[in-house]
């Protein structure tokens, strides 16, 4: 029995060592998976502005602002996600422009 517990604590270790990072990537993941829809919507303010523009890229910014509302992450993570929301902040100033 002894013989087969020391092969299993070999097997295991490189694993418990890989969560750490593993864990950080996945809460991550939850905020900056929306960053490529904020990416488009600064694309589009860039474009020319006509009132119909303005208003759907309002409109998208509402949608994702309620969408990042929604994300649930640890406290560790909270600054990563209130960047976000300022990034969706700033974008908005942009537009009023």
Same mark, same amino acid.
């Given at each position: 029995? #002894?013989?087969? !517990?020391? $092969? ?28 490529? +829809? ?9 474009? #020319? +502005?006509?009132? !119909? ?9 509402? /949608? ?9 992450? $640890?406290?560790?993570?909270? /600054? /990563?996600?209130?960047?976000?929301? !300022? ?7 942009? !537009? #009023? #422009?």
């Amino acid at each position: 029995m #002894k013989v087969l !517990l020391l $092969p299993l604590i070999v097997l295991l270790f490189p694993l418990v060592k890989m969560m750490p990072p593993a864990y950080r990537w996945r809460m991550r993941s939850r905020i900056y998976r929306w960053y490529a +829809e904020l990416e488009t919507i600064d694309a589009e303010i860039n474009q #020319k +502005e006509t009132p !119909l523009n303005i208003e759907k890229t309002t409109t998208d910014l509402d /949608e994702l602002e309620r969408k990042v509302a929604g994300i649930s992450v $640890p406290l560790a993570f909270r /600054e /990563e996600l209130y960047g976000m929301r !300022l990034h969706i902040e700033l974008l908005r100033k942009k !537009l #009023k #422009k």
